[in-house]
């Protein structure tokens, strides 16, 4: 008796506490209450994107505070919009080209010459296109801006996760041959965890890269096609026409407040759980904190509604799928049909290449000539020596920098914040005193417009090499200690190798970003004023709003084959070298 009393007991203890987690506590009232609110905000926005077109005739972006708020709505869920097909888009494209030799021939060329097609660019040749695609309604003219704004985010990304994938260490990939795992198995177990300290970190820096363009993106003008759908850039587009300091100002600040919640709410958790991904030996002393993570952490009633998906897709990676790893060397030989299939691979895409040079040549030659290539070609050298210039000055300002704060988790979390406002601010915002400081003082704007180019690209330096420095192993921080490594020896054999392949990524996007930049830093206007940079942004710029669409394609060529060069010339190079010698092994 007992023994079934003492039985009983234990079991009236064990209901009553399944009781207690099913039932709600105050974290998960706090939890729902968040999540309710970002879902009625989000329908609330969805809703709007769904009007008819003409309703932005009949009421036009107005520069009342009130609306801010609505206005704020949708910039942001066109961002998310942007991020999440980004994300999709790294996901299949940078693995893709990872995992296939032949699909990186076409991919990473691709990518180099698509990072280097302006927003303006591929405004005016797919407006028209989504305008059709939804006749009447504005969804058409959302589609076009959402996807303007994911051609200024989604190649930083695709970037990063491509370096991650290529350098994931030795060890731990002879660890999952051992354990014989599949492609898809080793991909969710090891390389997207491996990857995805460095993906979120360019994930907040593409957020924040974004807000550049995004006057352009909602403030469309491309020839006689004109539209503006409400939003802060469209605000921002016509407080800078009506010269008004008071309405930009009004814009910082939603854009700040805007910031700062998606931040707090979004990206800090991320991180905060990703932690978990770092590569580490020893366990690490500082860890980045979140209180949205700590909230979610703390709830039971919301852990008990979403444990049947985390079940799910933790049964979703764990699937075997046929093709499994053998214990063959990482890089085995190539036959003579591997190599014959290799030189036929890369002769059908020069082929292809080729085809579309000259089509673009056939369709440029009919209406221009060879002094409008030489006016293309001297902009894009000049634009070139601008580009340069400032990558190198931007890289010595914020590697040390972003080196001090990735190695120090409460103080990275402490400015994630303000580093995303910064990376966020639009250059627009300053174009306006640029104009009255160059005016007063008959400075030359070929030399001092040249700033505005990286104001918005410089970031992707410092976020890549913060993410570097987060996910630097402590063992290797530690055995640096004990050896005493001082000063420059330890920037040079310790720190500068391990941040390297992210300091690549970023000087890359960030050069690729400083291309595209310059078509709205090379030309800045402040009401009737306009200030001119000669250079190939200015070149397209004026080409675009002119509606001249040989002169376009001339540019967005030119672009192309400088970024190409470029790329190929300088960043590829280092980037096999990071990949071959610089990884954690």
Request: hydrophobic fraction near 55%.
């Amino acid at each position: 008796m007992v023994f079934h009393s003492n039985d009983r007991s234990g079991y009236s203890a064990a209901a009553a506490l399944a009781r207690v987690r099913i039932l709600p506590n105050l974290h998960d009232l706090l939890a729902f209450a968040l999540i309710a609110a970002v879902v009625a905000l989000t329908f609330h926005g969805a809703a709007g994107m769904r009007a008819p077109l003409a309703g932005l005739s009949t009421a036009p972006v107005t520069l009342d505070p009130a609306m801010l708020p609505d206005y704020a709505l949708r910039t942001t869920l066109r961002m998310f919009a942007a991020i999440i097909a980004s994300l999709v888009f790294t996901f299949v494209v940078a693995t893709l080209a990872a995992k296939s030799r032949r699909a990186e021939m076409i991919i990473i060329p691709a990518l180099d010459i698509l990072q280097s097609v302006p927003v303006l660019g591929f405004l005016t040749f797919t407006v028209t296109f989504f305008m059709n695609l939804f006749p009447g309604s504005q969804l058409g003219a959302e589609c076009a801006a959402i996807f303007a704004i994911f051609t200024s985010q989604a190649w930083n990304m695709a970037f990063s996760f491509y370096q991650s994938l290529r350098t994931v260490p030795r060890d731990l990939d002879e660890v999952s041959r051992g354990f014989r795992l599949s492609v898809w198995q080793r991909f969710w177990r090891l390389e997207a965890p491996f990857a995805a300290p460095g993906l979120i970190w360019n994930t907040m820096m593409s957020m924040s890269g974004g807000w550049f363009f995004v006057v352009a993106s909602e403030a469309i003008t491309v020839g006689d096609t004109t539209v503006q759908l409400p939003g802060l850039g469209s605000w921002l587009a016509v407080a800078i026409d009506k010269q008004d300091f008071a309405a930009v100002a009004w814009a910082v600040l939603a854009m700040a407040i805007v910031i700062v919640l998606y931040d707090q709410l979004l990206f800090r958790p991320i991180v905060a759980w990703a932690d978990k991904f770092r590569f580490e030996q020893t366990a690490s002393q500082q860890r980045p904190d979140s209180w949205v993570y700590d909230l979610l952490q703390r709830t039971q009633l919301l852990k008990r509604v979403s444990a049947p998906l985390a079940w799910a897709w933790r049964r979703l990676m764990l699937v075997r799928l046929p093709m499994t790893w053998q214990s063959a060397p990482a890089r085995p030989t190539r036959s003579q049909t591997s190599r014959m299939l290799d030189y036929a691979w890369l002769a059908l895409i020069a082929a292809f290449g080729a085809w579309g040079i000259w089509e673009a040549i056939a369709y440029i030659s009919q209406t221009l000539g060879w002094a409008d290539v030489g006016e293309a070609m001297a902009g894009g050298v000049v634009t070139l020596v601008r580009v340069v210039l400032l990558i190198a000055v931007a890289s010595v300002i914020w590697v040390p920098i972003g080196v001090w704060v990735g190695l120090r988790p409460t103080v990275a979390g402490r400015i994630q914040s303000l580093a995303q406002f910064l990376a966020a601010f639009p250059a627009n915002v300053l174009f306006p005193f640029a104009v009255v400081a160059i005016v007063a003082t008959g400075a030359s704007p070929n030399i001092w417009l040249s700033p505005l180019m990286v104001l918005g690209t410089q970031w992707y330096i410092l976020f890549n090499v913060i993410a570097g420095a987060s996910a630097f192993p402590t063992d290797l921080k530690e055995a640096a200690s004990v050896y005493q490594l001082r000063s420059w020896l330890w920037w040079r054999r310790v720190i500068l190798p391990g941040i390297f392949p992210y300091y690549v990524t970023g000087a890359l996007t960030a050069s690729g970003g400083s291309w595209n930049a310059s078509i709205v830093a090379e030309i800045a206007t402040w009401g009737n004023t306009k200030l001119e940079a000669f250079g190939l942004g200015s070149y397209i710029a004026k080409a675009t709003t002119a509606g001249d669409f040989p002169r376009v394609v001339l540019g967005i060529a030119v672009m192309s084959l400088f970024v190409t060069l470029f790329n190929r010339t300088l960043w590829r190079p280092l980037y096999v070298f990071a990949e071959r010698r610089l990884r954690l092994d």
